[in-house]
C-alpha cells in the first residue's frame, strides 16, 4: 500500500517485467519470506547534508533517541540494532524509481485479470467467517479487501524478501524522504516493541511495505488488528490478520462509508458537457440521468440524491465510471489515477460485475517526449504541473482541461495532438487513430 505515489512491489514489478510476473495462474502463498543476504552498501563519506553532514552512526544515535521518547523499549531496540544499517542500494533504488504506466485498459487488462478476479473470489469463501466479520464490525464488502489483497502481493506470493528496518533507516537517512522514513522507522521498532513481529520476521518490498497488503509501518501500528486471537498481529502469515487490519485501515483510516458503492461503469452521450467530468465535481445520480448517463446496457441510473463524479480515465473515447464518495479511499491509498481506478474496478469484478466496455477504436495517445512536450508548455502557460516527467497526474489532467475550455476542446483531461498543437502555435492537422502501446499516464 502506498499514499507516497510509489507502486507496491507486485505491482512495479508487474509493470516493468510484463506477464512473465503477472502469472496466468493464481501462485500460492509464499512461505514464510527470509531475509536477502546481499551484503548492504556502505553509507557516503562526508555525511547527508540534510543532516548538516551528520555521520551514519550519529544519526542513528539521533534517531534511536527520538524512538526512546516516543516509548520505544531499550530492549526492542536492543533487538533491531542488528538490523539497523545503512544501504546504498536501497537509496539508489528510491532515487531511481519511475513510474511506468501504461493506459488503463492495459494496466487493467493485466492487473485485473480474469484469474485474479476468480482467486479473489475463491479467497473469499476460504475465508468466508473472517471477510463476513470484517465487513459486519467495518462496514467494508469483501471484495474490496480481496481486490487491494491481490492487487498488493497477488494474495501473499509477492511481499519482497528486503530486510525492511534496513530499508527503512537507510531512506531516513537519506535527504530525499527523510522526516516521513524517521517517522516509519520508529514506527516499526514499535510494531517488534508490541510483540508483533521480531526484526527477523520483518520483511518486505524495499520501500519499508510490510505484509499481503503493504502497509507502511506507521499504518501497520495503528491499524493492524489481531483477527485470528493469537496475541500477534501479523500480517504476513495470517490471513485472518489480513482481511481485519485491511478493513480496520479502509474504515477507519480511509473513512470508508459503510453500505456505498465505489465505482460503477456507465455508458456516457458523446454531447455530455465534458468539462464535468472531474473526480472534484459532483452530481447527484439524478443529475447524470439528465446529462444522459445511462448504465452500460443502456438501463437508467436510480434517479436519487447519491453524489458521484463521472471518471474518465482515457478521455471521453474511453472507458466512463461514475466514482462514488468511496472511491476516495482508493485515491488515498494510492495516488495514481490508473492503480485506483483498476482497484475498483476490480474490486466491481470480484463482486460480480461483467468486464468493462472496450473503446470501439483505439484511443489515440501522445508518446511519451510529447507528453513532457505538453507539460512544459503547460508551465509555460503559468500552470503547476509538478514534475515535468511525461506522467499526467492529477496537477497535469487539471492543466490540460483547462486549456481544452480556453481553445474551445471538448475539456476531457485527455492530452491530445490538438491540444499540444495549439499551444505550440501551429494549425490543426488531422492525425491518424494511435495503434494501442505503453504510455505515460498515471
Not at 149 to 178: H, I, K, Q
Request: with cysteine.
Amino acid at each position: 500500500m502506498s499514499t507516497t505515489g510509489f507502486l507496491s512491489s507486485a505491482v512495479l514489478l508487474a509493470l516493468l517485467c510484463g506477464p512473465q510476473i503477472v502469472s496466468a495462474q493464481p501462485v500460492p502463498a509464499a512461505p514464510r519470506p527470509l531475509a536477502a543476504p546481499a551484503k548492504p552498501a556502505p553509507a557516503p563519506r562526508g555525511g547527508a547534508a540534510c543532516h548538516n553532514g551528520m555521520s551514519f552512526d550519529r544519526f542513528l544515535a539521533n534517531l534511536k533517541q527520538q524512538a526512546v521518547a516516543a516509548g520505544v523499549s531499550q530492549r526492542a531496540l536492543a533487538e533491531a540494532s542488528p538490523g539497523l544499517v545503512y544501504d546504498q542500494g536501497i537509496v539508489n533504488r528510491d532515487r531511481g524509481q519511475r513510474v511506468f504506466g501504461q493506459v488503463f485498459t492495459e494496466f487493467a487488462a493485466r492487473m485485473a485479470a480474469v484469474y485474479r478476479m476468480q482467486h479473489g473470489q475463491k479467497k473469499i469463501k476460504t475465508h468466508a467467517a473472517a471477510f463476513a466479520r470484517a465487513e459486519k464490525e467495518y462496514g467494508v464488502p469483501p471484495a474490496v479487501i480481496a481486490a487491494f489483497w491481490g492487487l498488493e502481493s497477488d494474495f501473499g506470493a509477492n511481499m519482497g524478501n528486503l530486510p525492511t528496518l534496513r530499508s527503512l533507516v537507510s531512506l531516513a537517512y537519506d535527504c530525499r524522504r527523510s522526516e516521513m522514513f524517521q517517522k516509519e522507522t520508529i514506527a516499526a521498532l514499535k510494531i517488534i516493541d508490541r510483540g508483533d513481529l521480531s526484526p527477523d520476521e520483518m520483511i518486505g518490498s524495499w520501500a519499508g511495505e510490510l505484509g499481503q497488503t503493504q502497509f507502511l509501518p506507521t499504518h501497520y501500528f495503528n491499524y493492524a488488528v489481531d483477527f485470528d486471537g493469537d496475541g500477534h498481529r501479523d500480517m504476513l502469515r495470517s490471513p485472518d490478520d489480513v482481511i481485519g487490519s485491511t478493513a480496520n485501515y479502509i474504515a477507519n483510516g480511509l473513512k470508508w462509508r459503510r453500505g456505498e458503492p465505489w465505482l460503477q461503469e456507465v455508458r456516457v452521450p458523446q454531447n455530455l458537457p465534458w468539462d464535468q467530468a472531474d473526480l472534484t465535481i459532483k452530481h447527484p445520480r439524478s443529475k447524470w440521468t439528465q446529462f444522459g448517463v445511462t448504465y452500460p446496457d443502456g438501463k437508467s441510473l436510480p434517479n436519487d440524491s447519491l453524489p458521484a463524479s463521472l471518471l474518465l480515465p482515457m478521455g471521453r473515447h474511453g472507458p466512463a465510471f461514475l466514482a462514488y464518495p468511496n472511491f476516495a479511499a482508493y485515491t488515498e491509498w494510492n495516488n495514481s489515477l490508473i492503480y485506483s481506478t483498476t482497484a475498483g474496478y476490480l474490486a466491481t469484478r470480484i463482486a460480480g460485475a461483467p468486464p468493462m466496455q472496450r473503446p470501439s477504436a483505439p484511443v489515440a495517445q501522445l508518446s511519451f517526449n510529447e507528453l513532457r512536450e505538453l507539460q512544459q508548455l503547460l508551465v509555460r502557460a503559468g500552470f503547476d504541473v509538478g514534475k515535468i516527467d511525461g506522467i499526467m497526474g492529477q496537477l497535469s489532467r487539471t492543466a490540460v482541461k483547462t486549456m481544452q475550455i480556453k481553445y474551445g476542446l471538448p475539456a476531457d483531461s485527455w492530452p491530445t495532438a490538438e491540444l499540444l498543437a495549439r499551444m505550440r502555435g501551429q494549425p490543426v492537422a488531422p492525425r491518424a487513430p494511435a495503434q494501442p502501446r505503453p504510455s505515460a499516464l498515471r
